[in-house]
């Protein structure tokens, strides 16, 4: 065994001191065997008292006291490594046998060892692209997903609105050709002031035998559907339920074109208009809603920038500041007679030490 004391904070002419068997005296006294020249020790502060392997310290009724790993001690045996404060300086008792020689950089405060150990080792700071890509990952997706709701949306109410129009539009075109066909004016009936119409792939009129009427590209046609004959049987002027979407999403739409006939007296049915219908060409690809997207998805990377950044630094600072925190308490600047300010902390202390040892070797 060779134990040592190590002053590893306050003011000494002599760093390290020897110690022998029997009992030595600290203080600030030149009686004293170890002598440390600081206002806050006492005279004769405390006592070394070797005994073969057993070593231990006495206070000797001390003004500040002497602590112990942050224990205030009357007498308390030492091993390897234990921390001695008296007053402003702090030993380390150490066995030269057992001790393996650190390689410190003079040149660095334990500070500086110690934030680069945290920001080095731990690295908080190269977190963050993997914070940035945890964001930027879940506000895309987020984004995409409101968009394809919000536009799903939009195309479920414009469906519903263009499907009206085009109910109306088909009841314009029979009631715009309705004189004509009664008066047999079949040059004079007119189509197109539909075929412009958003939505309309094809407009026609059709007589109550089922011969195409207009155009006149289909005068020799004629159209006995199912929802041409609806139309013809149909025996009251109110709006007529569209036919399903077939395979190419169109939808036929009719109206019946009736007459009041004053020999009959009551309503005849003289003919059809009938138009087929995209609701899918009438709205388009909706451009907005994908102009829109890409603004949410750059408002999305400039978020977890934002997020990243915060996250990243909110975790460096407690960090960077708990380093301070080891090296103030090790170096004595937190007053002897306070425990050490991370005292709930002190796995990750041991963590830290052991972490700036290693980083020293």
Avoid: C
Avoid at 27 to 37: M, T, V
Avoid at 118 to 137: A, Q
Avoid at 329 to 352: C, E, H, M, V
Wanted: proline share 4%.
């Amino acid at each position: 065994m060779k134990p040592v004391l190590h002053i590893i904070s306050g003011v000494a002419a002599t760093r390290s001191f020897d110690l022998r068997q029997g009992d030595q005296t600290i203080g600030r006294e030149n009686s004293a065997d170890i002598q440390i020249p600081s206002k806050e020790i006492s005279r004769h502060h405390a006592r070394i008292t070797i005994q073969g392997e057993k070593v231990a310290i006495i206070d000797l009724q001390s003004s500040n006291g002497t602590i112990v790993n942050t224990k205030r001690v009357n007498s308390k045996a030492l091993k390897h490594k234990d921390r001695i404060i008296l007053g402003d300086v702090i030993l380390e008792f150490r066995d030269e046998e057992k001790y393996i020689a650190q390689k410190f950089d003079g040149g660095k405060t334990l500070y500086q060892q110690a934030t680069k150990v945290m920001t080095e080792r731990l690295k908080p700071r190269n977190l963050w692209p993997y914070f940035f890509m945890f964001f930027g990952f879940s506000f895309v997706l987020v984004s995409w997903l409101m968009h394809s709701s919000y536009k799903s949306l939009l195309h479920d109410r414009l469906t519903q609105s263009y499907i009206q129009n085009a109910q109306n539009i088909t009841r314009y075109l029979a009631e715009k050709n309705r004189e004509d066909l009664k008066l047999h004016n079949h040059l004079l009936l007119d189509v197109s002031v539909v075929e412009n119409e958003p939505g309309v792939i094809d407009a026609m009129v059709i007589s109550n035998k089922g011969r195409i009427l207009a155009p006149a590209k289909n005068a020799d046609k004629t159209d006995q559907g199912p929802y041409v004959m609806e139309a013809l049987s149909h025996d009251s002027n109110t709006l007529i339920l569209p036919s399903p979407r077939n395979s190419k999403g169109h939808q036929v739409f009719v109206h019946p074109i009736r007459v009041y006939d004053d020999r009959q007296g009551k309503y005849v049915t003289l003919g059809v208009a009938k138009i087929i219908f995209s609701a899918d060409k009438a709205i388009g690809d909706l451009p907005e809603t994908d102009q829109m997207l890409y603004l949410m998805l750059l408002l999305s990377l400039l978020i977890s920038m934002g997020l990243s950044w915060i996250v990243s630094k909110s975790l460096s600072i407690p960090i960077t500041q708990l380093a301070e925190k080891v090296q103030r308490w090790r170096t004595g600047q937190a007053y002897q007679n306070q425990s050490a300010p991370f005292k709930d902390w002190d796995p990750l202390y041991q963590a830290i030490e052991r972490a700036i040892e290693e980083a020293d070797k």
